[in-house]
C-alpha cells in the first residue's frame, strides 16, 4: 500500500484528490494540507512513500518543499503553471499534471509511481522493467525488448523492438547500473548491448537486428571472454 499526502494552498485541489485517491486500493492518502510547512513539520516525523505537490505555494513553495524532505519520497507536482515542469522534473518527479487534469491523466500519473514504487521495492514481477525518464515522464521499458543502448554525449538513446527509441538524460555508466551485468555488456564507449540480441561477431562489428555497432579496442578483451562463453 502506497502511503501518500497532499498538501495545497487550494482546499478545493486537496478536496479533489481526497476523492480520487478513494477509488484506488494500493493507495491511501493519510493527510492533506493547505500549508507548506504544516505538511514539512508533519513528514519529518512520519514519512510518506508518495507526495500530490503544488508548486506555487504562499508560505513555501513545492520546489523548495520537496527539496527540504529528507527520506526518498516520490513526488507528483499539481500546478497551473507550466513553467515549472523542466525544473520539477529535474528532482526526479514521477509526474507533472497541469491544472485542471482529467481523472485519466491522474490515474496515468499515479500508475507511474505505483510501478515504480513496485520496481523500486524490488518486486519480483518488476525486475525485467527498466524505468528512465524521457519526454517529462518516468518510461517503463521491458529489458527483454532492448536492442542496444547508444551514447550521444549528455544522453542515451534506448533502441527498442518494434518502437520507436527512448532518449533520457543519463550517463553510460549510470544506466550500467541499473541493468543485469549477466545480461548486458558495453561493447564500445558509445554502445551497450544485451547479449541474447548479438547475432553475429565479424571483422570487430556486432550485429543486431539490421544494425551494426563497432566493437572498441578497449572493450574487446572483456567481450570476448563473456561472449565466447
Known amino acids: ?36 510547512t504544516s505538511a514539512l513539520n508533519y513528514l519529518d516525523q512520519y514519512p510518506a512513500d508518495l507526495l500530490f505537490l503544488d ?19 516520490m513526488v507528483i507536482f499539481t500546478t497551473v503553471h507550466l513553467e515549472y515542469a523542466i525544473e520539477g522534473f529535474n528532482l526526479n518527479a514521477v509526474d507533472y499534471l497541469l491544472k485542471p487534469y482529467t481523472e485519466e491523466r491522474f490515474l496515468q500519473a499515479v500508475n507511474k509511481a505505483r510501478e515504480y514504487y513496485a520496481f523500486r521495492n524490488s518486486l519480483p514481477e518488476e525486475n525485467k522493467y527498466l524505468f528512465v525518464r524521457a519526454d517529462y515522464s518516468l518510461i517503463k521499458i521491458n529489458m527483454a525488448h532492448i536492442l542496444f ?19 533520457t538524460r543519463m550517463t553510460m555508466k549510470g544506466i550500467m547500473e541499473k541493468l ?30 539490421g544494425h551494426e555497432l563497432a566493437l572498441g579496442t578497449s572493450y574487446e578483451m572483456e567481450f570476448l571472454k563473456v561472449f565466447g562463453k
Not at 12 to 36: G, W
Not at 186 to 201: A, C, F, G, N
Open 55 to 73: 508548486i506555487r505555494m504562499p508560505d513555501l513553495n513545492g520546489i523548495e518543499l520537496y527539496k527540504r524532505i529528507q527520506q526518498d519520497t
Open 180 to 209: 543485469p551485468s549477466k545480461e548486458f555488456i558495453r561493447i564500445h564507449r558509445s554502445y551497450i548491448v544485451p547479449l541474447k540480441r548479438i547475432e553475429q561477431l565479424r571483422n570487430k562489428v556486432v550485429h543486431i537486428a
Open 1 to 36: 500500500m502506497i502511503r501518500a499526502i497532499a498538501i495545497d494552498d487550494d482546499p478545493i485541489a486537496t478536496k479533489v484528490i481526497e476523492l480520487l485517491c478513494d477509488e484506488l486500493d494500493y493507495l491511501t492518502l493519510e493527510k492533506t494540507f493547505n500549508q507548506s
Open 149 to 167: 543502448i547508444e551514447g550521444l554525449d549528455d544522453y542515451l538513446k534506448i533502441h527498442i523492438q518494434n518502437q520507436k527509441p527512448v532518449v
